[in-house]
C-alpha cells in the first residue's frame, strides 16, 4: 500500500474533517503535544498520512501552490458503496467533479480536500457490481438460452422469429454462426477484415451462414450447434490475452469485447426466437447490466437493465425515449 504525506496547518482538525465529515477512517494520530505531529486516515486502498505546513516541510514560497500537479488517486473495493461515498463528500461541499462513468472503465468523482485533489475510483463497477464482462457470462448466457429454447413446442420452429425474416431455427443457426465468427475472429486475429470463411444463404432472404444444423438431427441437434459453438467463443475469449485486438465491422475489439458481443446476440436473438415460440425469456439482470455497460456506454442507467438492452438494440420502447430504428454498439476496448 502506497502512502502520501500531505502538509496541512493543522493535521489533527483534518483528520477529524476527513473522518467526521467525510467518512475515511482515522488509522492512528501522535499526541497532540508530540514533537511529531502526524495523523493517518485511510479510504479503500489509500492511506494519507496528514503532516504539518512547517518551514521544514512547505517553504512559504510554496504554499499558494499547495498541491499543484499532484492528485490522490483512491481506488474502493468492488464491496464498497462508491455512491454513498460520493454522496458523504458532496454534502461536505469537497466535490470538483461527479460520479460519473469514466472512459477507461471506472466510475469516479474529483474532490478537493485541504487544498489537494482527489480522484476516488472503484475498478470497473455498474451500480456497485464488477462491471468486467466474463466467459462465464458468456456460457451462463448461452446456456440459459439453451434451456429455454428446449421448451419449444413441437413444430413450432419454422414459424418467425419475432420481427425478423427469419424462421425461429434459422435464427438460432444465425445466433450459432455469429458465436463461431467471433472466435474466428479472435482465433485468426486479422486486423482489418474478417476470416475469409465462404458465407452462404440457404434461401433469399436468409441469413447468410458459414455453419448450419442438420435438420435431420431436429431440435435437439440445433441447439447442440449452439451450444458447441457458444463453447467455441468463450474458450477463445478464457485463453487469448487481453490486449489482443481482432477486427469487427464496427471496430476492433478485445477479448472481453468479442465475449459481451457474443452475450448480446444470444440475449436479443433469443428474446426474437422466444417471441415465435410463445416462450419467456428474462436474462439475469446482473449480467444484462455488465454487458450494456460494456458496449452500450451511452445507454439509460436509470431504467432496468433487460428493457434497456432491449431498446438499444431496436427490439423495445422506453418511456420518453424514441424508439431506434438505427443502432450499433461499441466495443472500444477499456483504456487500463
Known sequence: MLSVFLACEDPYATADFFTGSLGWRLVFATPRASADRLACVSLGDAQVMLSTDDEEFLP????????AGVTVYVRLPDTADIAAVHA???????????????????RAFDARIGGYRFLVAQEGTVDGMPSTVTADDLESAVRLAVTTLEKAPDGAWDGKAGGLEWTCWETVEHLSDDLF????????????????FLWE?????????????????????????????????????????????????????????FAAMGIVETLVHTHDITQGLG??????????????????????????????????????????????TQWRWNGTPRLS
Do not use: I
Not at 512559504?60 to 498541491?67: K, L, M, V, Y
Not at 467471433?182 to 476470416?195: D, H, K, T, W
Not at 427490439?315 to 425515449?321: E, I, Q, S, Y
Open 60 to 67: 512559504a514560497a510554496s504554499r499558494e501552490h499547495r498541491g
Open 88 to 106: 458523504r463528500h458532496a454534502e461536505a461541499g469537497v466535490v470538483t467533479a461527479p460520479l460519473s462513468a469514466r472512459e477507461w472503465g471506472e
Open 201 to 257: 444463404s440457404r434461401r433469399p432472404g436468409g441469413p447468410a451462414n458459414v455453419t448450419y444444423a442438420n435438420r435431420d438431427a431436429g431440435p435437439g441437434g440445433l441447439l447442440e450447434v449452439l451450444e458447441a459453438c457458444g463453447a467455441m467463443l468463450a474458450a477463445l475469449v478464457r485463453t487469448t490475452p487481453p490486449d489482443v485486438r481482432a477486427h469487427h465491422v464496427f471496430g476492433a475489439s478485445d477479448p472481453e469485447g
Open 181 to 196: 465468427a467471433y472466435a474466428a475472429q479472435l482465433g485468426a486475429r486479422p486486423a482489418n477484415r474478417e476470416v475469409p
Open 279 to 324: 416462450l419467456a425469456w428474462d436474462p439475469p439482470a446482473d449480467v444484462v447490466a455488465r454487458t450494456l455497460a460494456r458496449l452500450f456506454p451511452d445507454a439509460p442507467r436509470d431504467t432496468a437493465p433487460w428493457p434497456t438492452l432491449l431498446w438499444a438494440t431496436g427490439r423495445g420502447d422506453l418511456p420518453g425515449r424514441e424508439r431506434l
